[in-house]
């Protein structure tokens, strides 16, 4: 128990580091909040400092996902504390102690969270958020498509009930960080991923 408790805090804390804000201040010497959507994620470094950063961002991202799994797994872990810890893991992302408990919208690690547990689940959610972005432009839809997947493909892939309530727990806290792109898709003033931020519009994309 205290083995797993402490993988659980670890990964919280672990979660909770910005890595978009440490990113662009050290590459581009920018406040990431204060650019573009003022947004710390992906789609948000890449607006504002380009490709090759986003993909540094959304590495490091998933990563806080991967490793609290890994090295649970690692220490002996059963499935359902691996899975609390990789909700943690998101949770301290959504929800950075470092940055007054605000945060991201989670994709990035809950996609490293599931690598970790089950890769072809992993596989499925990131080609499902592939071709739903081909198909729409939008990368908060992007995401919610793909995490949708993520309980079924979980149980498909691995057997485990664990990983089912994983998934579909990964899918609500990224339906909660997106609803205000939800509206914005229902009014139709959500942003295309690689268009720059209107005049008096808000994107919060991450």
Same mark, same amino acid.
């Given at each position: 128990m205290i083995v797993a408790f402490l993988v659980a805090v670890g990964a919280y804390i672990l979660g909770g580091i910005p890595m978009g804000l440490i990113v662009a201040r050290s590459a581009a010497g920018v406040d990431i909040r204060e650019h573009g959507s003022g947004n710390i994620g992906t789609t948000n470094v890449l607006r504002v400092i380009g490709?090759?950063?986003a993909v540094v961002v959304f590495i =490091?991202?998933?990563l806080k996902g991967v490793l609290p799994v890994l090295a649970g797994g690692h220490l002996g872990l059963a499935p359902r504390q691996l899975a609390f810890a990789g909700l943690l893991a998101v949770a301290g992302h959504n929800w950075s102690p470092f940055l007054r408990f605000r945060g991201g919208k989670g994709v990035a690690?809950? =996609?490293g969270v599931l690598l970790a547990v089950s890769p072809p689940t992993a596989a499925a959610v990131a080609g499902a958020w592939g071709l739903a972005v081909l198909a729409t $432009?939008?990368? &908060? =839809? $992007? &995401?919610?498509? $793909?995490l949708s997947l993520s309980g079924p493909a979980s149980v498909l892939? &691995? $057997?485990s009930r664990d990983y089912l309530w994983l998934g579909i727990l990964l899918f609500a806290m990224t339906v909660f960080q997106h609803r205000a792109n939800i509206d914005r898709l229902i009014h139709g003033r959500e942003l295309a991923i690689l268009r720059k931020k209107r005049p008096g519009g808000q994107d919060t994309t991450r």
């Open positions: 490709a090759r950063w =490091l991202d998933a690690t809950s =996609l $432009g939008y990368a &908060s =839809l $992007g &995401s919610m498509v $793909g892939f &691995s $057997g």
